[in-house]
């Protein structure tokens, strides 16, 4: 991952400081500020599960409600604890919790003007690690295409490989968008250069090293008879060499397999620092992913983009594929032994295209296959849909013993609709770590664009140039203490709360973090007086440019919370 993403999450170890607390009640000051970070119940053994209903034309359902649902678990009904609402163009929204505000600024010398967020971020991964050289130039013309006219105005676009070669952060620079793709080209590193002799695929060396395949043996032996030129006396030495041929190529099939599935998760991670709908658009020839290690990988990043509330969307670069036996060897083969190389090729093509299905069924996205018009599939893959739902449940019973719990979601009454939700999950091996999932509930407090009002806030901006390339940004939070819950300690009143102010370029991009701990320990008759509230402020160095500014409050008592969102362009 670049360097510049590593920074977005140095505010996570901020974060993780955790609370001090001060001693000595009776001598202790009644309230004192630091930096430091809040401490976020975990959602423990939460269960996120994408949904979209259409009806039978197709148009997806947007008025459905949480008793609509009904959700099981290996069969097991399920009590749906939390559940979500995604409308496009705007934030989550669950039930009981409040629209998100625009985001507006009166002007005024030394005070922002009104600024609006990016809605949507788009990031496109190309897999030049898999994908051949004539797909791939057919992929990167429909995706210039769909640069030039499917962008929405308030859209912001990314371009990643799975090599990692070449990258472009968030934008809405459309030209410098198209040149970043036009210069992606195919990295086979996990991949032969040229054609082998046995041409074998992964999926059918799986067959043979992994499945013990006799039938699978046997085509890849008479595969080498042929392309080695050998005689069919030499048969055990070219089943030698399809053994060994097989071992070869499962080593590098497994090694791409678990980079490319790395770099999808590392690229979710990346998304859930947008503050705003996300969506990944995978265009791959696909690849295998049957391995136990890979189906860990696989429901780690299922369970990631659940939480971050990432959709992912993905195109078969290959289109309609073909098998791959050779035409001019074909008639040296018996037909047995073609129809199954035959069936070998086509076999693969529709395994490792299984995983692309899985990632886009599992998070709520469009899988585009078997078609040559991509410029409709990138218009297809890169479309939100109106509306979707995120049903959350916590398991009854969940052993961590790694095996799949298969998930179906229904409607209560209202026939004729069509589904599409998440398949399962693992029950990974592994136990929850508190800290782990305090930096996840942060994070997602954080990098959101939802407001919330549990404690009354209100969020100001000032800022004054220093010169003509530098500025202070203070952010000012005025925090109402009326709806926090205090703890009764030695006579004194307790509470602590976290500020955290962030800032984003106008892309979306995370540039700075601050945060401040405020420690309460008030008499009687000081949080009288102080009810109308306090003020804290985190100031920040910044050059003159467009901002957006993300405020976050929390206290440790009542664990209620306040999000904010405000803007601010220095001159």
């Not at 955790?18 to 975990?42: H, W």
Request: hydrophobic residues 40%.
């Amino acid at each position: 991952m670049r360097p510049g993403v590593t920074l977005r999450f140095s505010l996570l170890a901020i974060l993780l400081l955790g609370l001090g607390i001060a001693g000595g009640q009776q001598n202790a000051p009644e309230v004192t500020q630091k930096d430091s970070a809040p401490t976020f119940q975990s959602k423990v053994n939460l269960v996120l599960v994408p949904v979209i209903v259409r009806d039978s034309h197709g148009q997806v359902i947007g008025d459905l409600k949480k008793e609509d649902f009904q959700l099981f678990d290996k069969g097991k009904p399920q009590t749906i604890a939390s559940f979500t609402v995604q409308k496009r163009g705007s934030a989550p929204q669950q039930e009981g919790d409040s629209k998100v505000a625009p985001v507006e600024t009166p002007d005024a010398p030394g005070r922002p003007k009104v600024v609006f967020a990016p809605e949507r971020y788009v990031a496109y991964l190309f897999d030049d690690l898999n994908v051949t050289f004539g797909d791939l130039v057919s992929v990167k013309k429909a995706a210039n295409h769909h640069m030039d006219k499917g962008l929405e105005t308030f859209d912001r676009a990314a371009v990643y490989t799975t090599s990692g070669q070449i990258a472009l952060d968030f934008t809405d620079d459309r030209p410098k968008l198209q040149e970043t793709i036009d210069r992606i080209q195919p990295k086979p590193m996990f991949a032969h250069a040229g054609r082998q002799c046995p041409d074998l695929t992964y999926y059918w060396a799986d067959l043979i090293v992994n499945k013990n395949d006799p039938m699978a043996l046997n085509a890849a032996t008479q595969e080498t008879l042929v392309c080695m030129s050998m005689d069919p006396t030499q048969m055990s030495s070219a089943q030698q060499m399809a053994q060994s041929a097989a071992r070869q190529e499962m080593s590098i099939g497994e090694q791409g397999t678990r980079v490319t599935l790395s770099v999808i998760k590392n690229l979710i991670r990346r998304m859930a620092a947008m503050p705003g709908q996300r969506l990944v658009v995978i265009a791959s020839p696909g690849f295998l992913a049957e391995t136990p290690e890979a189906i860990s990988e696989k429901a780690e990043i299922l369970d990631a983009a659940a939480h971050a509330n990432v959709m992912i969307s993905t195109l078969n670069a290959r289109g309609l594929f073909t098998t791959n036996i050779d035409a001019s060897q074909s008639g040296s083969y018996s037909p047995t032994t073609q129809t199954l190389i035959s069936q070998y090729f086509e076999q693969s093509a529709l395994a490792t295209e299984d995983v692309l299905a899985e990632l886009a069924e599992g998070t709520g996205g469009t899988f585009f296959h078997n078609n040559n018009d991509l410029n409709e599939g990138f218009a297809r893959v890169a479309a939100a849909p109106e509306v979707s739902y995120v049903l959350g449940f916590s398991p009854t019973v969940m052993k961590p013993d790694g095996s799949f719990h298969r998930l179906k979601v229904n409607l209560v009454e209202r026939k004729g609709l069509a589904i599409q939700a998440r398949r399962g999950y693992y029950a990974l091996k592994h136990t929850s770590n508190a800290e782990e999932d305090a930096k996840a509930d942060i994070h997602d407090a954080i990098f959101s664009r939802e407001e919330m009002h549990d404690i009354p806030v209100d969020l100001q901006t000032q800022f004054f140039k220093t010169d003509d390339t530098s500025a202070k940004l203070t952010v000012v939070a005025r925090v109402d203490l009326r709806r926090l819950r205090f703890k009764k300690v030695e006579g004194r009143n307790n509470d602590e709360i976290a500020v955290v102010a962030v800032l984003f370029d106008r892309n979306g991009n995370y540039i700075s973090g601050l945060s401040k701990t405020v420690s309460m320990k008030l008499r009687d008759e000081t949080l009288t007086r102080l009810t109308s509230g306090i003020t804290v402020k985190n100031s920040f160095d910044v050059k003159p440019g467009t901002y957006v500014v993300r405020l976050v409050v929390r206290d440790a008592e009542g664990q209620a919370m306040a999000a904010q969102n405000g803007a601010v362009e220095i001159p």
